[in-house]
């Protein structure tokens, strides 16, 4: 679960008890937004993919990986 914590004078989203992301200017209401929006995509199914998506990942992954082995 994410929450806004002040850290060392800084406020801070943590995630479980760990600091994920420091909040420039101290904008509690940004963090507290973007904790609340965190919080609800935890919690929402996982990305779908089909059959085909799946299959296209898999060729554009292994062309990346040799590419980048050859680099």
Same mark, same amino acid.
């Given at each position: 679960?994410?929450?806004?914590? +002040?850290?060392?004078?800084? !406020?801070?989203?943590? #995630?479980?008890? #760990?600091?994920? =992301?420091?909040?420039?200017?101290?904008?509690?209401?940004?963090?507290? /937004? +973007?904790? /609340? !929006?965190?919080? %609800?995509? /935890?919690?929402?199914?996982? =990305?779908? +993919?089909?059959? %085909?998506? #799946?299959?296209?990942?898999? %060729?554009?992954?292994?062309?990346?990986?040799? /590419?980048?082995?050859?680099?």
């Amino acid at each position: 679960m994410y929450s806004t914590k +002040l850290a060392h004078g800084l !406020l801070t989203i943590q #995630r479980n008890g #760990r600091n994920v =992301l420091r909040v420039w200017d101290k904008n509690l209401q940004f963090a507290n /937004e +973007l904790c /609340e !929006l965190l919080n %609800e995509l /935890e919690g929402g199914p996982k =990305l779908l +993919l089909n059959d %085909e998506d #799946r299959k296209w990942l898999k %060729e554009i992954d292994g062309t990346f990986c040799r /590419e980048v082995q050859h680099a």
